[in-house]
């Protein structure tokens, strides 16, 4: 499906021509559509599907076409992390290049006062859609640098992330400065009971959009090694010793276990820095800076950066626990084996992880390989792949819970959609479209609204045609052409 065949004006539209957009993503092209009917909407997608773009053209559109205060937010885009909220940040700028109308600003933490001064200023200066970090935006509430009660748009992106980082009292804290009637969209990777709880709460009768997990790219050599959990740093002072592995991630669960692979490491003199939830925004800034510019070449982390950072030359990812849920595993070796390269992925499997990685593996439809123990660490436990999946995640309740809302806003843009459905069919039958070969379209229902196209997507048949020549062609059209 084509961004030309949705409800999308012809600015976005214009923007989606220029940077040579033109299929939708399958998340996009089913959230597209019910964002625009202004329905609460929860998806379920990992990094790279394109669940930006889902949720910002849609919003984008809406703000576009009008009937929205001018005076106040409208949009409020929560990220984890600043590295992401500069994303949506960049990806803002290029869809709404043409929105004359529409302004944005980024907030997030870790910058000095500077930052903040110029952060406050935009936003009393009105901004229809803010970007931030839950603890910054927070933090320019309760100083009244801005007022959400007429916010109309409410994201939350990598909401899963956002949990996990401690922010579910920020965010609560934030819904509470919200209106009555607004939209709210959630974007997770995973569906744990935590988030399916905070859907719940935030969300009126969503609609569930979910995208199945990509497999892992095939350039990735994937292997475990079935060890007891003392083995673990026997395994990785052996993997070192073995070879001069640079570029590499190693992933914990657990942030004590990160300080203690760091420790170890550092006493093999292996020039490595760790990544982890006690860090400050500036310290984590720096690290991985470092770590970009190869001044650093082995980091250790929990899973905040397993998803969102873009970085194309990771040889390696250690995974020195077992991920609970396949789509995580998905997430951490996808750092590897980015850019056509080649990657590795190892795993260390202890007996009470064998079930998460069993049902990893089924996931896969692969059995993935063991490795041999190194000499002088001992045997480890015998594999087994036929016991029951432990699941520490569950759906949660199906109760609808969280406040409702009143029917009257989603009604107006009911029937102003009927409205303009009416319209387009009643036009349709007056101007009798033309088919490919030149035939009147024969009786049956009108299709969806189709553009002409705007500023940038007219189509002439020769690119020597004088401006002129081509306004004229373009006042000249009376029917919707075929792309």
């Keep these: 499906m084509t961004f030309e065949e949705t409800y999308?004006?012809?600015?976005?539209?214009?923007?989606?021509?220029?940077?040579?957009?033109?299929?939708?993503?399958?998340?996009?092209?089913?959230c597209i559509p019910e964002i625009l009917d202004g329905r609460d909407l929860i998806g379920i997608a990992q990094t790279g599907t394109g669940k930006t773009a889902a949720y910002l053209l849609p919003i984008l559109s809406m703000l576009d076409d009008g009937g929205y205060p001018k005076d106040a937010v409208n949009c409020i885009?929560?990220?984890?992390?600043?590295?992401?909220?500069?994303?949506?940040?960049?990806?803002?700028?290029?869809?709404?290049?043409?929105?004359?109308?529409?302004s944005s600003v980024a907030v997030y933490g870790g910058n000095d006062g500077s930052r903040f001064d110029v952060e406050t200023k935009g936003l009393r200066m009105g901004a229809d859609v803010v970007i931030a970090t839950p603890g910054r935006l927070l933090s320019h509430i309760r100083m009244g640098h801005l007022d959400l009660s007429r916010l109309s748009f409410f994201v939350l992106d990598e909401a899963d992330r956002m949990l996990d980082m401690g922010f579910s009292d920020d965010i609560l804290s934030i819904a509470k400065q919200l209106p009555k009637e607004h939209q709210t969209v959630m974007f997770s990777a995973t569906m744990p009971a935590k988030i399916q709880q905070l859907a719940n709460t935030l969300l009126y009768n969503p609609v569930e959009v979910k995208i199945a997990v990509s497999k892992p790219a095939e350039k990735i050599q994937q292997s475990a090694y079935i060890c007891y959990e003392p083995q673990?740093?026997?395994?990785?002072?052996?993997?070192?010793q073995a070879g001069e592995l640079e570029r590499v991630i190693i992933f914990s669960g657990k942030k004590d276990k990160v300080k203690d692979i760091t420790r170890e490491l550092k006493r093999m003199n292996i020039n490595c820095a760790s990544m982890h939830s006690d860090l400050s925004q500036a310290e984590r800034d720096d690290v991985m800076y470092r770590f970009k510019a190869g001044q650093v070449s082995v980091l250790v982390a929990t899973d905040i950066v397993a998803r969102g950072i873009d970085i194309d030359d990771i040889l390696c990812v250690i995974n020195y626990d077992v991920p609970h849920d396949a789509e995580d595993y998905v997430h951490r070796i996808g750092r590897t084996a980015r850019a056509q390269?080649?990657?590795?992925?190892?795993t260390f499997v202890s007996e009470k992880d064998m079930s998460y990685f069993a049902a990893i593996e089924r996931f896969?439809?692969?059995?993935?390989?063991?490795?041999?123990?190194?000499?002088?660490?001992?045997?480890g436990p015998e594999y087994k792949s036929n016991g029951p999946r432990k699941s520490s995640r569950g759906r949660g309740g199906q109760g609808r819970g969280g406040k409702k809302r009143s029917q009257q806003q989603r009604s107006h843009r009911r029937d102003a959609k009927a409205k303009v459905s009416a319209s387009d069919a009643s036009q349709a039958q007056t101007q009798q479209p033309q088919t490919a070969s030149g035939e009147a379209a024969q009786n049956g229902p009108a299709k969806k609204k189709r553009h002409r196209g705007g500023r940038h997507r007219r189509k002439s048949t020769s690119r020597q045609e004088s401006t002129s020549q081509q306004e004229s062609t373009s006042q000249q059209e009376s029917t919707p052409q075929q792309p």
């Design 8 to 30: 999308l004006n012809d600015n976005i539209l214009d923007a989606l021509y220029d940077m040579h957009f033109e299929e939708m993503t399958p998340i996009q092209e089913k």
């Design 77 to 102: 885009v929560m990220a984890p992390t600043r590295e992401l909220a500069q994303q949506i940040d960049q990806a803002m700028q290029g869809f709404g290049y043409y929105l004359d109308g529409i």
């Design 232 to 240: 673990k740093i026997g395994i990785i002072r052996s993997l070192f």
């Design 341 to 346: 390269r080649d990657g590795i992925a190892i």
């Design 364 to 379: 896969l439809e692969r059995d993935i390989q063991k490795n041999a123990m190194p000499e002088g660490l001992g045997e």
